[in-house]
């Protein structure tokens, strides 16, 4: 049987069909914004879209951004979608969907799509970290998605780093999301571009406000001053990356997200910081690689993630 994934992102909702194989057979998109009354009806249209003329769809699973209460299908807290947050979401949307549907939170998602499709689909000890606007993070280990008590666990980018650092979206302090995200990087640059205003990082923030996309762009150019802002974003996912080695030994961690298409730029950093830090043998065994599935990593894990109204199991089986 095929299942619904649906990601709700800060922007955009994208549904897709999926197979058991991992093959999506049609997507759409629908804009995440307006009010919750918009948000709700954008998503039942794009389920009802994707699965209209489609057979054999079994469940349907949404994955949302923020901090997830399962067992009340809520999301607490969510600094990029606000509208989405206190709403019992299956209560909503399950009658006018017609399907049975599950919630998830969206990198748990996108790490279950990793672990069943992409950069983990050899190992039972995966964790995943999606570096965006913000950093989101899953964690399985012996094949299990890591939830936590209420579905608010795998929150790697909310995991202190720095004491006194930059204030993060959740409103703590030098979280790794603070020090390593896509918003991280277009900060540090405009810092180094003041600073070094003869490197091509400052002649472009004279012209016009630097993104984290330019900054992978320049230093792709040899652009020394763009080089050292991925560094030192690279070396914060490292010193992140280093304790989260220790605690739950993976074989692989996959980093995927807009800001890993700087690639080894951003991750050769990362990895001297896990060898500097981090404990053997987790330090030793540890493979640190680029994911694999990009944009589309939370539309197959949420479908992946759907479950069978009658056995509670996964629609594609455990894993
Ligand atoms: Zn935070």
Redesign the pocket.
């Known amino acids: 049987m095929n299942a619904i994934g649906v990601d709700v992102g800060g922007t955009k909702i994208a549904a897709g069909v999926v197979t058991p194989q991992g093959k999506i057979l049609k997507e759409v998109r629908y804009p995440s914004s307006g009010p919750p009354e918009v948000l709700l009806g954008n998503i039942v249209r794009a389920v009802r879209e994707v699965g209209r003329g489609v057979d054999g769809v079994a469940a349907v699973c949404l994955a949302v951004p923020g901090l997830l209460v399962s067992s009340e299908d809520r999301v607490a807290f969510s600094p990029n979608l606000r509208t989405i947050e206190n709403i019992p979401l299956r209560e909503a949307l399950e009658p006018e969907i017609g399907l049975p549907l599950t919630v998830e939170n969206d990198a748990n998602a996108a790490a279950w799509g990793e672990f069943r499709f992409g950069a983990g689909s050899e190992v039972d000890h995966l964790l995943c970290v999606t570096l965006g606007t913000?950093v989101g993070g899953g964690v399985i280990s012996h094949g299990v998605l890591l939830r936590g008590a209420q579905g608010a666990g795998g929150?790697l980018?909310?995991v202190?780093v720095h004491a006194t650092g930059p204030r993060?979206?959740?409103?703590?302090r030098g979280?790794?999301?603070?020090m390593c995200s896509g918003t991280a990087i277009a900060r540090y640059a405009r810092v180094v571009a003041a600073k070094r205003p003869d490197s091509a990082l400052g002649r472009l923030a004279v012209r016009r406000r630097i993104i984290g996309e330019d900054v992978t762009e320049l230093a792709r150019r040899g652009d020394r001053a763009a080089l050292s802002v991925l560094e030192e974003a690279g070396t914060w996912l490292g010193i992140g990356l280093a304790g989260f080695v220790n605690v739950f030994n993976p074989e692989v961690v996959a980093v995927g997200g807009a800001v890993s298409v700087a690639g080894e730029l951003i991750l050769a950093p990362a990895r001297r910081e896990i060898a500097l830090r981090a404990r053997p043998p987790s330090r030793d065994l540890v493979r640190v690689k680029e994911a694999t599935l990009g944009p589309e990593s939370g539309v197959l894990g949420a479908a992946a993630l759907a479950r069978d109204p009658e056995s509670g199991e996964y629609v594609f089986g455990p894993g």
């Open positions: 913000g929150e980018g909310h202190t993060c979206a959740c409103g703590n979280c790794l999301e603070a």
